[in-house]
């Protein structure tokens, strides 16, 4: 969880951003929600909780071949994965984030990477979402296995967490069992595509948007009063 600072007496907001951290979209989803609470900052505080989504919970242990995998998923040819990937690329380059595809070769499993990522809300405010930035910089800039758990560790430690308790929850299955469950919960709300921005559990702005669109919107439902919300939901 992490908060945008803000001073006085203003609107606080609960946004749950379900993601995937193969998920280039989600990158730019990201960036584009981070931009549009830097323009927000005073009208508003959100609390940011960064909720699991696996795009392929069956890639192997050893990863799949970037390119092919697309190809075969969506139909494109080389010419229109290069297409797709350049403006994937100008979108990211738009927000200050660095889509690399030659680095990038590989796709890799992310239940660890969830995993790690449950746990590091766990260990105080600012680590999970700072944790989520540094493992999409590790996969789509720099090309790094983000299923390894050494790895996993080390970037754990850069971003100021514990990197030998990092460590230890990726030996084990610790925090399993919660990404399953948070993944069924969204699966349930509807939620078959990611990034999925969730705002006080009852607002969805899906896809990469723009900062504007996500400025607009964040504006408008700071304005509107909470109701109850009821059912059990994962922090």
């Given at each position: 969880?992490?908060?945008?600072?803000?001073?006085?007496?203003?609107?606080?907001?609960?946004?749950?951003?379900?993601?995937?951290?193969?998920?280039?979209?989600?990158?730019?989803?990201?960036?584009?929600?981070?931009?549009?609470?830097?323009?927000?900052?005073?009208?508003?505080?959100?609390?940011?909780?960064?909720?699991?989504?696996?795009?392929?919970?069956?890639?192997?242990?050893?990863?799949?071949?970037?390119?092919?995998?697309?190809?075969?998923?969506?139909?494109?040819?080389?010419?229109?994965?290069?297409?797709?990937?350049?403006?994937?690329?100008?979108?990211?380059?738009?927000?200050?984030?660095?889509?690399?595809?030659?680095?990038?070769?590989?796709?890799?499993?992310?239940?660890?990477?969830?995993?790690?990522?449950?746990?590091?809300?766990?260990?105080?405010?600012?680590?999970?979402?700072?944790?989520?930035?540094?493992?999409?910089?590790?996969?789509?800039?720099?090309?790094?296995?983000?299923?390894?758990?050494?790895?996993?560790?080390?970037?754990?430690?850069?971003?100021?967490?514990?990197?030998?308790?990092?460590?230890?929850?990726?030996?084990?299955?610790?925090?399993?069992?919660?990404?399953?469950?948070?993944?069924?919960?969204?699966?349930?709300?509807?939620?078959?595509?990611?990034?999925?921005?969730?705002?006080?559990?009852?607002?969805?702005?899906?896809?990469?948007?723009?900062?504007e669109v996500f400025e607009q919107a964040?504006?408008?439902?700071?304005?509107?009063?909470?109701?109850?919300?009821?059912?059990?939901?994962?922090?």
């Amino acid at each position: 969880m992490s908060s945008i600072e803000s001073q006085g007496v203003v609107p606080r907001l609960r946004i749950d951003f379900v993601s995937d951290v193969v998920c280039p979209w989600c990158a730019i989803g990201l960036m584009s929600l981070s931009e549009a609470l830097r323009r927000l900052k005073g009208e508003m505080v959100a609390d940011i909780h960064v909720q699991p989504f696996e795009l392929d919970p069956s890639t192997p242990a050893e990863g799949v071949d970037v390119a092919e995998n697309l190809k075969r998923k969506y139909g494109m040819d080389d010419a229109q994965l290069a297409e797709n990937q350049e403006r994937i690329r100008q979108r990211g380059a738009e927000l200050g984030f660095v889509f690399d595809f030659n680095a990038r070769s590989r796709s890799w499993n992310t239940l660890s990477a969830h995993r790690l990522l449950h746990w590091a809300d766990t260990q105080g405010p600012g680590l999970q979402l700072a944790l989520k930035g540094a493992l999409l910089v590790a996969h789509f800039s720099q090309g790094r296995n983000i299923s390894d758990p050494a790895i996993l560790a080390e970037i754990a430690g850069s971003v100021g967490l514990d990197a030998v308790k990092a460590r230890e929850v990726l030996d084990s299955d610790a925090y399993a069992d919660d990404v399953r469950a948070a993944e069924r919960f969204f699966q349930k709300l509807g939620i078959s595509s990611v990034p999925a921005v969730i705002v006080e559990r009852r607002h969805l702005i899906s896809g990469g948007q723009p900062p504007e669109v996500f400025e607009q919107a964040l504006r408008q439902i700071a304005r509107e009063p909470k109701p109850a919300v009821n059912g059990e939901a994962p922090e």
